[in-house]
T-cell receptor
């Protein structure tokens, strides 16, 4: 079946540091890939997505590239801010259209001033 | 504001009590979902409804029932609550199950079973 593996957190960084959160997946075919963000006390919000190999999704300074050869979709940001503190979830969508989104376990990011 | 609305936001139940979590979306989406979120386990799918009139089990359906009342509403029922059902419950919707536009989530219901 489909699965998503994320690096365990929490990830603690100082403001303006470089961020990488690793995400790898297992799926049949070529799924669509997503990053969601959850701020404290809120629901999940779509951060970015990529629907085919080599696509780069980007939003709010965050980027992730769909790497078919390594089955990865790592999230990066060049300079994090305190306001980026949240839990980040990697997810995949099965192209069969018969299965709902599969989520990773989430990675908590804490950015210190 | 357009989106997914969940009620209630918080609930405390005693073991054995029943309750229904309500969810409504106003985006004319075909598909709706119920997930639970537990520490260290991410989101796990309980049930989903690919379209009005259909429902399917997800990864953790035991102890739950759902009703797709119409295209807008998808409710989750706990018939006899257990402490293991203490969790945060999220409803979501999308154009269809395999949508490349992703899912829109509600703000969640925090349920405690004592």
């Amino acid at each position: 079946g489909n699965s998503v593996t994320q690096m365990e957190g929490p990830v603690t960084l100082s403001e303006e540091a470089f961020l990488t959160i690793n995400c790898t997946y297992t799926a049949t075919g070529y799924p669509s890939l997503f990053w969601y963000v959850q701020y404290p006390g809120e629901g999940l919000q779509l951060l970015l997505k990529a629907t085919k190999a080599d696509d780069k999704g980007s939003n709010k300074g965050f980027e992730a590239t769909y790497r078919k050869e390594t089955t990865s979709f790592h999230l990066e940001k060049g300079s994090v801010q305190v306001s980026d503190s949240a839990v980040y979830f990697c997810a995949l969508s099965d192209r069969s259209g018969r299965r709902a989104l599969t989520f990773g376990s989430g990675t908590r990011l804490q950015v210190q001033p | 504001n357009a989106g997914v609305t969940q009620t209630p936001k918080f609930q405390v139940l005693k073991t054995g009590q029943s309750m229904t979590l309500q969810c409504a979306q106003d985006m004319n989406h075909n598909s709706m979902y119920w997930y639970r979120q537990d520490p260290g386990m991410g989101l796990r799918l309980i049930y989903y409804s690919a379209s009005e009139g259909t429902t399917d089990k997800g990864e953790v359906p035991n102890g739950y029932n759902v009703s797709r009342l119409n295209k807008r509403e998808f409710s989750l029922r706990l018939e006899s609550a257990a402490p293991s059902q203490t969790s945060v419950y999220f409803c979501a919707s999308s154009e269809d199950v395999g949508s490349n536009y992703g899912y829109t989530f509600g703000s969640g219901t925090r349920l405690t079973v004592v």
